[in-house]
Nanobody
Framework: QVQLVDSGGGLVQAGGSLRLSCVAS????????MGWFRQAPGKEREFVAA????????YYADSVKGRFTISRDNTKNTMYLEMNNLKPEDTALYYC?????????????????WGQGTQVTVSS
């Protein structure tokens, strides 16, 4: 079992940057795949990025490739999402998620553990 605490959201102008953090409590975090999802008002929760903790292999949604970077710090059990060149359409509640075998990897249905969410608002 794992507990996730995400943070780092805020209000930023278009073109700006934010870094989200997600601290995982699991002792065996290395056996997990962790990801970021986002949900805008009236829309489905959508995949943003994921990272295989053991290898560092990363996955991205096409909409964020080249702008967002997912990473992890083994010493802090913390996952990050560095978001650059933010756009108004990136505005959403961002959630971190974790699962040992997410299937499918890019769908919320693949993940059992979730953070509480952190709001990102990008003004035009």
């Amino acid at each position: 079992q794992v507990q996730l605490v995400d943070s780092g959201g805020g209000l930023v102008q278009a073109g700006g940057s934010l870094r989200l953090s997600c601290v995982a409590s699991a002792r065996t975090v290395s056996t997990y795949i962790m990801g970021w999802f986002r949900q805008a008002p009236g829309k489905e929760r959508e995949f943003v990025a994921a990272i295989r903790w053991s290898s560092g292999l990363t996955y991205y949604a096409d909409s964020v490739k080249g702008r967002f970077t997912i990473s992890r710090d083994n010493t802090k059990n913390t996952m990050y999402l560095e978001m650059n060149n933010l756009k108004p359409e990136d505005t959403a509640l961002y959630y971190c998620a974790a699962d040992q075998r997410p299937n499918p990897l890019m769908s919320q249905s693949g993940y059992d553990y979730w953070g509480q969410g952190t709001q990102v608002t990008v003004s035009s």
